[in-house]
């Protein structure tokens, strides 16, 4: 490695992480850090440490969920992972590195000394939370089987990453180039397909006897000659952390360290895809930073119809327009389109069946990924202030309170997230149409669609609020942009916002939802289920007065707000 | 009318400006000059209501900028040098997203006039990534120029801009000061100064150093006469001789 790139990278660090000491000065950053550390200490502290290690059994059993974590990690990976966040250099490296006489894996191999320090942070982040584990031979030996998995998974995310380019910049030629890497994946996709279809009938079978069934007989489906074959590369990959013993884990560190050295090796033969994606990302990074537009983005070949905006009438809808404009020309918004068509056609024909497990199991599916994304939503749509707060310059020349900007922009993306959610449900009613018996009638379900259709912009307006108003009020410690940081190796980071917003979120909600539960045991008994209609009343009431109270107190913070520093702090 | 009274902004312990305080009437074009570093850009964000002063007053078309932002906002036109626009909206949308935010009823007539007038209009369907820096900057002029604005702020307006669309910046400025707006423009290209600006506010370190006609500027330092605006400009800024250049 070039002398040159260890220093970029040490003194890159030392200066941020000075910076990051330094804004503790402010009392915001400060109280924020306080909350952190009391926070990871709770999650830490609720553990219990189990007095034997593991049995065969859970380790085997953790060994299987993991691989299948591993398994749909890298399906996303390939899948709809954002092959230019992979490849994201700053444009000064790109100006100093990229026009500098360096090889292409002299560039390579910078990019990884980079991500090698979210890797570290994210080893010590869960070495950390599961200190009190017995999982693993020890925190030493954890935190080492910790760092080859996510090195491992960062180097298939950057590889993928370049396959995924080079298609999209050179066709059948990328194709060409990547026939290898494209084998290995095809060949994987479909012996997992195969694996599915052959262990189907014997889970559709003991899915009809009960949990316990169906659980050993998806066990023997993981053990299979086919499943086996598919889950290999990743069991191989988490092995080290589940061995039981120092025997077990020099046994598995092996074949783990060579599958990380098989990546090494294939992300450093990528090709000029690479380098070119790499500087156009970059630079179009620089120009949406410097608050300049970016080159022609992705957007969706599907012409959806945009909504009108009236020339006259309240100002910051045509905020909350924009973002919706924006929403609806994303590239994604197709993928999530045509997903949701064929979830409902799905739904509707598994309905028909005879058999009505599969479509009880798919309404089920949905519906807790319904109630998954109320907390994780909020942090994957970011079409909001914390994407428009790179062009802050631009919102406070708008004639607008700094509070209507707030609503408008958190507005748009709750209502997105709320249609999502709401298609989601639609999908369930229709496949909960074989009336499953733990569940109200079809008049029950439908009373319930609506009442998620009144309910649901409420508690993810509150949700987007909580969000944005971290990017406003600690700007230097959140992600600014609409894009997030992503990757298996940043999991830690993100589960952990993810369960703390998922807390916070629930202190919000214990006003009104307590009003609403108590208004409605109040007139259960002479109303019946039309109690339920005062009681979501009451609910939203004071859902909007906390939403009113919380929009009012962020225009403040917005209308405070330096550009400049929220630019330097981004 | 742009009014501005002790104008004062710090960033810790940088002062970027620093007791400053001048007028601009309707129908005057004043130009911002003074070496990088000087407060020009800082001094428009803070009358643009972008950034907040440490002190001061200023007051847009009658309208107090720290008691009645949005009322001042509704009068007045930001172009910063850098065209800022969103990524996923036309070259139409952009304008009618304007529209509504500035409240132009009449908006659906404007826009088709405005693309003419900035040679936009071929490109009325096109997002801004699909656009030249040029085209960049004048869909961004053209925003700022929609609602009819009584107060214009231009930073850098020429800014990638080509001759022809130089030439037509230039007249629109103009034309739309002698329509009555207070245009204020900061720039270091000092011919477009001396071309089309009435008044000229020369900031050195934060504080004015010279206000007026270049007639009065000069009047102020006999030495000066006879001399071009890169010589004045220089003698005031203490560079003279261009020994710096």
């Given at each position: 490695m070039n002398g040159a790139y260890a220093y970029l990278v040490a003194r890159s660090l030392r200066n941020r992480l000075t910076r990051q000491v330094a804004r503790l000065r402010s009392p915001r950053y400060l109280l924020a850090l306080l909350l952190g550390l009391a926070y990871l200490s709770l999650i830490v502290g609720q553990q219990h440490s189990a007095p034997t290690p593991p049995s065969a059994e859970t380790s085997r059993w953790a060994e299987l969920l993991l691989a299948v974590g591993v398994m749909l990690a890298v399906t996303w990976a390939w899948v709809i992972g954002s092959e230019r966040r992979a490849l994201a250099f700053s444009p000064a490296e790109v100006t100093f590195l990229f026009a500098g006489p360096v090889p292409r894996r002299e560039l390579i191999r910078f990019k990884l000394l980079v991500s090698q320090t979210v890797v570290l942070f994210n080893v010590a982040l869960w070495t950390f939370l599961l200190s009190r584990e017995r999982l693993g031979v020890s925190a030493w030996v954890r935190a080492l089987s910790l760092w080859t998995l996510l090195t491992t998974l960062s180097l298939h995310r950057l590889g993928a990453s370049f396959v995924r380019t080079s298609l999209l910049e050179h066709g059948r030629h990328g194709a060409r180039r990547r026939v290898v890497s494209l084998a290995i994946g095809v060949g994987v996709a479909l012996t997992l397909v195969w694996a599915v279809a052959d262990a189907l009938p014997e889970l559709r079978t003991s899915w009809a006897v009960g949990l316990r069934a169906w659980l050993a007989a998806l066990g023997e489906a993981a053990d299979g000659p086919i499943a086996g074959v598919a889950l290999a590369p990743f069991r191989l990959a988490v092995r080290p952390l589940v061995a039981r013993s120092g025997d077990e884990w020099l046994r598995a560190i092996g074949p783990a360290t060579l599958l990380l050295v098989a990546h090494f090796v294939w992300v450093l033969r990528a090709d000029a895809a690479f380098e070119e994606s790499a500087a156009e990302f970059a630079f179009a990074r620089a120009r949406a930073r410097a608050g300049r537009p970016q080159p022609a983005p992705a957007v969706s070949r599907l012409r959806l119809p945009t909504p009108r905006l009236a020339?006259?009438?309240?100002?910051a809808t045509a905020i909350a327009w924009k973002n919706t404009v924006a929403a609806l020309r994303s590239p994604r918004t197709r993928l999530v389109l045509t997903v949701y068509t064929g979830g409902a056609l799905i739904a509707g024909w598994l309905a028909t069946l005879d058999d009505p497990a599969p479509a009880e199991a798919l309404g089920w599916l949905v519906t807790m990924w319904t109630g998954f994304l109320l907390v994780a939503g909020p942090q994957w749509i970011r079409n909001d202030l914390r994407g428009d707060l790179l062009k802050l310059d631009l919102l406070r020349s708008y004639p607008l309170r700094g509070a209507s900007l707030v609503a408008a922009e958190t507005a748009s993306s709750a209502l997105i997230l709320t249609g999502l959610q709401l298609g989601l449900l639609v999908i369930g009613w229709l496949a909960f149409l074989v009336d499953p018996v733990d569940l109200p009638g079809l008049p029950g379900r439908t009373a319930l669609l609506a009442l998620a259709l009144v309910l649901l912009p409420a508690v993810n307006g509150l949700g987007m609020l909580l969000h944005n108003g971290a990017a406003l009020l600690l700007p230097g410690w959140t992600h600014i942009g609409t894009g997030r940081p992503g990757g298996v190796e940043a999991l830690g980071q993100n589960m952990l916002v993810l369960i703390g917003f998922a807390a916070l979120l629930a202190v919000v909600l214990i006003p009104p939802a307590g009003a609403g539960a108590g208004i409605y045991l109040l007139l259960e008994r002479p109303l019946g289920y039309y109690a339920a209609v005062p009681a979501a009343a009451a609910l939203l009431g004071l859902a909007a007065v906390e939403g009113m109270v919380m929009v009012r107190w962020l225009g403040r913070v917005l209308e405070r707000l330096d550009p400049s520093t929220t630019a330097a702090q981004a | 009318m742009i009014e501005v009274d002790g104008l004062e902004k710090a960033y810790g312990d940088l002062t970027a400006v620093q007791g400053l305080s001048f007028q601009v009437r309707p129908g005057e074009v004043v130009g911002l000059v003074g070496p990088n570093g000087a407060g020009k850009t800082t001094t428009l964000r803070c009358l643009a209501g972008i950034t907040i002063p440490t002190a001061g007053r200023i007051r847009i078309a009658g309208h107090d900028l720290a008691a009645e932002p949005v009322a001042a906002k509704q009068v007045l036109a930001f172009i910063p040098d850098e065209p800022h626009l969103f990524e996923y909206l036309t070259v139409e949308e952009h304008l009618r997203f304007v529209g509504r935010l500035y409240g132009v009823a009449d908006a659906p007539e404007r826009i088709p006039r405005m693309l003419a007038e900035l040679e936009l209009d071929g490109k009325r369907r096109a997002l801004p990534g699909e656009l030249s820096r040029g085209m960049r900057q004048k869909l961004a002029i053209a925003c700022g120029l929609l609602h009819d604005p009584a107060v214009l702020l231009f930073d850098e307006p020429l800014t990638g801009l080509d001759p022809v669309s130089i030439r037509r910046m230039k007249a629109t400025i103009v034309a739309r000061a002698s329509d009555g707006a207070a245009v204020l423009l900061s720039s270091h290209l000092l011919h477009l100064v001396e071309e089309i600006c009435t008044r000229l506010l020369v900031l050195q370190r934060g504080q004015a150093v010279a206000f007026g006609t270049m007639a009065e500027i000069v009047a102020a330092r006999p030495t000066l006469a006879g001399r071009p605006l890169e010589d004045v400009f220089l003698e005031l800024i203490g560079q003279e001789g261009g020994g710096d250049r």
């Open positions: 020339p006259t009438g309240r100002p | -």
